[in-house]
């Protein structure tokens, strides 16, 4: 009974953070996904700068840890170049959403030379243009198999959302933090609860990227 009354007590400190975890993941979320397309679809442009430019991009931010990205926006840019990315939820969701959209360029690029080439001379037996081929043939066949992997990555985002505490944005690990901080005795309890409200979070996720799963194996044309 001490257990669940502390657990009463602890869970709606923690809910206070819930507000900025979601709002950094939909905005990380909607940029990354943005940058994955146009970094993924420049990857497989004729355009030989583009391609170069976007592959040091991908490389750069894959080769270096998170957290280094989000302190070198957070400090670093601004000490060095005299330039403010905002607030601290604006730079919070650009070093998440940089991070992981160079992740999914490459599910992107990979997704999209997964299709058939069968389907790509199909379509220049019927006449069609580059851009005809990429919006009505390639895609559409991409984006299915694209939808596992988004959904997967997006689960990561979220996780990844608590190191946006670090940069001191009041998150569910910031109270929580504050909590283990003000009462040592109860850290063990606190991060528990921490971990279940995440796990609650990421069920929606998990569930999307099931319908991701069985989307994919549909209308994928051989």
């Known amino acids: ?15 206070r953070g819930l507000g900025i975890t ?3 993941l939909l905005g990380s979320a909607i940029i990354s996904y943005i940058v994955a397309f146009a970094a993924g679809l420049s990857r497989v442009s004729n355009n030989v700068i583009l391609n170069k430019v976007t592959g040091v991009y ?12 989000l302190f070198w926006l957070y400090y670093a ?7 403010q990315l905002g607030s601290n939820w604006w730079t919070g969701v650009i070093a998440i959403a940089l991070n992981y959209g160079a992740y999914l360029s490459e599910v992107v690029r990979g997704s999209i030379l997964a299709v ?3 389907q790509t001379e199909a379509a220049i037996a019927l006449n069609m243009s580059r851009y005809q081929r990429m919006r ?15 959904g997967n990555y997006t689960i990561q985002m979220m996780k990844a959302t608590s190191l ?3 940069i001191g944005m009041r998150d ?3 109270y929580g933090d504050i909590m283990r901080n003000t009462n040592l005795s109860q850290a063990p309890l606190i991060y528990v609860v921490v971990l279940f409200i995440y796990f609650i979070l990421a069920l929606p996720l998990i569930w999307l990227t099931k319908k991701g799963e069985t989307i994919a194996k549909k209308g994928v044309a051989g």
């Open 77 to 83: 840019i601004p000490m060095l170049f005299g330039i």
């Open 22 to 24: 979601i709002s950094v």
């Open 1 to 15: 009974m001490i257990i669940i009354s502390a657990i009463f007590e602890i869970t709606p400190q923690l809910l």
């Open 58 to 69: 991908v490389e750069v931010f894959r080769g270096t840890s998170l957290i280094v990205q």
């Open 116 to 118: 058939d080439k069968g």
């Open 136 to 150: 009505f043939i390639i895609l559409p066949q991409a984006v299915r198999m694209m939808l596992p992997e988004f």
């Open 164 to 166: 946006v505490s670090l």
């Open 172 to 174: 569910i690990l910031y």
